[in-house]
């Protein structure tokens, strides 16, 4: 789909912009999550240095 007149082309810029940051969005919660489970792992498993260290 090609838009070719102003509005058109700017309201696909606005979709593209929308789908990107929807995109950039759910991958950082899954890193988040991943960091979080690994910082829960390393906690419970007992290879976290104290808070004093």
Do not use: C, H, K, N
């Not at 912009?17 to 910082?39: D, N």
């Amino acid at each position: 789909m090609l838009a070719s007149s102003g509005p058109m082309f700017f309201a696909a810029l606005v979709l593209q912009a929308v789908i990107g940051l929807a995109l950039g969005f759910i991958v950082r919660l899954v890193f988040a999550a991943v960091q979080t489970a690994g910082s829960l792992i390393d906690l419970f498993g007992g290879f976290e240095p104290g808070p004093g260290v």
